[in-house]
């Protein structure tokens, strides 16, 4: 994982980092203080920035190529691209551009964290997507719910993912970016999605189709799979896959692949040493990268915690 502080006081500073760091960008203003901090915690496929900002500042940036969130904690962003301003202020998370446009604006005093990934995280995880990829159409939350939705997830990958030695597991972090992505489409219009079931979805939603799903995750549990990569293994659409789970197992496809690493860390915790194994490691090995909803999960299915279980206290 990647771990990166800046602070300065001069603007040409502060230009040439953030240009370094997101897009090439012009920044100006005139104002009295120029006091930047940036934090920056990155690891695959996904990036956490804190940013404070105790002066006016304004920007003119390209494009960068991923979906970036801001999610404000104080004072105000003003996007202005297009000629028309959107105040964004604290509470709010936004889409500050499309991923291949330029965009321009600017922050106000203000404090906020940055959160970016790949645009095809989006159609990876989407509930039957159509023929062309996903994609964000506005930059606002539909509701307050899923501005609410988009900073509890915001906040769980800072603080609980990416800023402890979870973020050093794959599975974790890639994990942590599909939920990010999945939080994006149930907050923000998309495009990019079929308007209904098909033909196709109720043909594919057979218990063959549910046999050959479980035999994949069973096989791949430990990979960054979802819905879009076990759907291809059948292969029927990701619909028809979330059908035959629903009818002949009564569950979804992703609550069966929790289960089943949910299962993989179990076992991993009766025959580990502890005296060289740790109840978080095994967890955030296996995705799991809150240790509380862990715990709590092991206990209600197996009836023990997993640390008395990894000492042997059955």
């Known amino acids: 994982m990647e771990r990166l502080s800046f602070a300065s006081e001069s603007l040409s ?4 980092f953030l240009s370094s760091a997101y897009t ?3 920044i100006g203003g005139r104002p009295e203080r120029t006091g930047t901090r940036v934090e920056r915690r990155a690891a695959e496929g996904l990036v956490v920035d804190e940013l404070a900002f105790d002066y006016t500042m304004a920007y003119d940036a390209g494009c960068l190529e991923r979906i970036c969130l801001l999610t404000i904690h104080e004072g105000t962003v003003v996007d202005t691209t297009g000629g028309k301003e959107e105040v964004h202020g604290p509470g709010e998370t936004f889409l500050i551009s499309q991923p291949d446009r330029p965009y321009t604006g600017e922050v106000r005093s203000a404090s906020y964290t940055i959160t970016m990934f790949d645009p095809d995280v989006l159609t990876s995880v989407a509930d039957g997507p159509g023929p062309g990829p996903v994609r964000l159409t506005g930059q606002r ?3 307050p719910d899923g501005d609410r939705l988009l900073a509890r997830t915001v906040a769980y990958l800072r603080d609980d993912v990416m800023a402890t030695t979870a973020a050093e ?3 974790v972090v890639a994990t942590a970016v599909r939920l990010l992505a999945a939080a994006a489409l149930a907050s923000f219009p998309h495009t990019g999605l079929e308007s209904g079931p098909t033909r196709a979805d109720g043909r594919g939603a057979g218990s063959d189709t549910l046999r050959r799903a479980i035999d994949f995750i069973e096989a791949n549990a430990h990979r960054d799979i979802g819905l879009a990569e076990i759907a291809a293994s059948v292969p029927v659409t990701p619909r028809a896959v979330q059908y035959a789970f629903s009818r002949h197992a009564r569950t979804t496809p992703l609550a ?3 289960r089943v690493r949910l299962a993989r860390a ?3 915790l009766e ?3 502890p005296t060289t194994a740790s109840v978080t490691a095994i967890a ?3 995705g799991f990268g809150n240790f509380g909803r862990f715990a709590g999960a092991h206990r209600a299915a197996y009836g023990v915690s997993p640390g008395a279980l990894l000492r042997g206290r059955r």
Request: no cysteine; aromatic share 4%.
């Open 13 to 16: 500073e502060t230009e040439a």
């Open 24 to 26: 090439p960008m012009r």
């Open 141 to 143: 939350a539909h509701s």
């Open 169 to 171: 597991q794959p599975l």
């Open 256 to 258: 069966h692949l929790r």
């Open 266 to 268: 179990h076992a991993e």
């Open 271 to 273: 025959t580990a040493d």
């Open 284 to 286: 955030a090995k296996w």
